[in-house]
């Protein structure tokens, strides 16, 4: 949880690799947290979370009534992402949908986003507002930094 570039709080929960769950459990981190009144946008890096369990970002828009900002440093290859859902990860159809739904990847600064609840214009003063250091918002750059601290055993510094 962040104000600004400043770190407030940490939340911890738990999804499935390439499970289904990782929008309920956004939902769950989000409203049941001490922060809930004051959050403003939900920030991800990508439209997915452990390997393809995909974020439904017009559901998480429409259950906590806060936008969503998805950020990418590559714009991705959608055509292998549909490929590779389809044809290898149960469920892959399903999962499709909200990717698909979110349409293309649009260039902002120096990344890619997809947004729901907030337009180019004020995802791309988020951007400018967050981000310090390289070209990733330093929510993101922390989370990154946080996971794979817990994941590893240390952070190996890159996001």
């Not at 809930?36 to 828009?61: C, S, T």
């Not at 902002?108 to 070209?135: D, P």
């Amino acid at each position: 949880m962040f104000c600004g570039t400043r770190l407030e709080g940490v939340l911890r929960g738990k999804i499935r690799r390439d499970g289904a769950n990782s929008a309920k459990e956004i939902a769950r981190l989000v409203s049941g947290s001490k922060y809930a009144p004051q959050v403003q946008l939900v920030m991800l890096q990508g439209f997915a979370m452990a390997g393809f369990n995909v974020v439904d970002a017009h559901w998480l828009f429409k259950t906590l009534e806060i936008p969503v900002l998805i950020v990418a440093r590559r714009f991705p290859v959608m055509d292998g992402i549909r490929e590779a859902l389809l044809t290898k990860v149960r469920g892959g159809k399903r999962k499709w949908s909200p990717i698909k739904s979110l349409g293309e990847m649009d260039a902002c600064e120096k990344v890619f986003i997809q947004r729901v609840g907030l337009g180019f214009e004020e995802a791309r003063a988020v951007l400018r507002s967050t981000t310090i250091y390289g070209h990733i918002p330093e929510p993101l750059r922390h989370a990154h930094l946080i996971a794979g601290g817990i994941a590893t055993g240390q952070s190996r510094g890159r996001t």
